[in-house]
Every structure is written in C-alpha cells, then in structure tokens.
C-alpha cells in the first residue's frame, strides 16, 4: 500500500538558517509527489510537485524539493527560512493519475527569531 | 476571492446531532474532494465526484456520513447522528481534473462534537 512518512513532527530553525524537511514514501511504481503547506487557519497550499523529469524541482516562496528514487524521498528544502515559513508542511503522493492524494502526518515548522 | 469555499468554518454540536458542511468549487473545476484531518495526521481522503457523480467512497466514510453534488457544482457532506470521534477538520478540495492536476484546498470546516 502507498505511504509517506515524515519522520520530524517538529523542526524548529533560525531565521535565516537553512531548512530540510524530510519525506520517505512507499509505492510500487513512479510516484507523483507533493509538498504542502498549512497555515493556521488557512487550506493547504501547494508548493511544489514531482511527476517526472528533472528530479530537483522549484516551488514556490522558494522552496525546492528533490526527488531520490534510490531513497525513495522526496525532501523540501529552502536556503533561508523567513518568519513567515512557520507552518505545517505536508508531503503527499498521489498514485498513478488518479487523483486522490495520500498524505504524510505533517511536520509542523517553528522559527526563531 | 474565487478559491474554494466552505460553510461554515467552525461548527460546535452535540454528541447524536446532525451537521451539513457545504462546499464551493471553483466555478470550471469538475472534481471535488472531501478530506478529514485529525489533530496530529495529515487529512485523509473520503470521497470524491466527477461532476455529479459520486466515483469513490473511502472505508472510513460511514453510514452516518453522506455527500452529495446535486447539479456538479456545490457539494454538501452530512454526518448523522455525531459522535465524538467525528470532531475533525473537513476539507474540501477542487481539480479541472485531467492528466494530474493541481487540486485547490478551501480552509475547512472545524468539527468539534461535545
């Protein structure tokens, strides 16, 4: 069965610092991957996608993920976090082109001043 | 503002009570999704249409929910006869549908069943 795991429930960083949020998932073939964010009060966002190709991708709010096969992870990054990156991130995959999405428990993201 | 939205956004009720959630699409989306979130977890699919029609049902949807797309457009979920166990998040989410596209999230309904 598909699954994601986000193994950090909590990060907490620096303003400024560098971020990598973690991903594993579970499928039998290629997986279309997704990282979302949730902001307190607000519906999930996309940031970015993986289907296929280039296996670093660009989102937005300056967010890049890479996508490693040979780890099966799926990893956000960003080079330097701002205030307003404090939220709840969510790595999702969604099998084959069906739609439904199957997502992680979430890592909730803190930032320091 | 012509994102998805949801009514209401904070719902409070008692335990065996009855609710209806409503949910708008964007207006060219022919997909809607119903998710539940949980404190802690990631939401979780329940169902979904294309159009009007209802395609797929997950096992944690009970008898006591239901949902429906009457004209494609709007969609309502009713949980009867609430229990506590039902206090949740409820999204819902649209998509042009096609060859995978994005789908966009309303800010949910809060559930919170005394």
């Known amino acids: 069965a598909q699954s994601v795991t986000q193994p950090d429930i909590h990060i907490t960083v620096s303003e400024g610092a560098s971020l990598e949020l973690r991903c594993n998932y579970s499928?039998?073939?290629?997986?279309?991957l997704f990282w979302y964010v949730q902001s307190p009060g607000q519906g999930l966002q996309l940031l970015l996608k993986?289907?296929?190709?280039?296996?670093l991708v660009q989102g937005i709010k300056g967010f890049e993920a890479e996508f490693k096969r040979s780890q099966s992870s799926f990893n956000l990054r960003k080079p330097s976090v701002h205030w307003s990156d404090a939220a709840e991130y969510f790595c999702a995959v969604g099998p084959n082109r069906d739609d439904k999405i199957i997502f992680g428990k979430g890592t909730r993201l803190h930032i320091l001043p | 503002d012509t994102g998805v939205s949801q009514d209401p956004r904070h719902k409070i009720t008692k335990r065996g009570q009855n609710v209806t959630f409503r949910c708008d699409p964007i207006s060219e989306h022919n997909r809607l999704y119903w998710y539940r979130q949980t404190l802690g977890q990631g939401p979780e699919f329940l169902t979904y249409f294309q159009n009007e029609a209802q395609l797929e049902k997950s096992r944690l949807l009970s008898d006591r929910f239901s949902a429906e797309r009457p004209k494609g457009s709007f969609s309502t979920l009713e949980i009867q006869r609430t229990e506590q166990g039902d206090s949740a998040m409820y999204l819902c989410?649209?998509?042009?549908?096609?060859?995978?596209?994005?789908?966009?999230f309303g800010p949910g309904t809060r559930l919170t069943v005394l």
């Open positions: 499928y039998g073939a290629t997986p279309y």
């Open positions: 989410a649209s998509t042009s549908g096609g060859y995978y596209n994005e789908q966009f």
């Open positions: 993986y289907f296929s190709g280039d296996t």
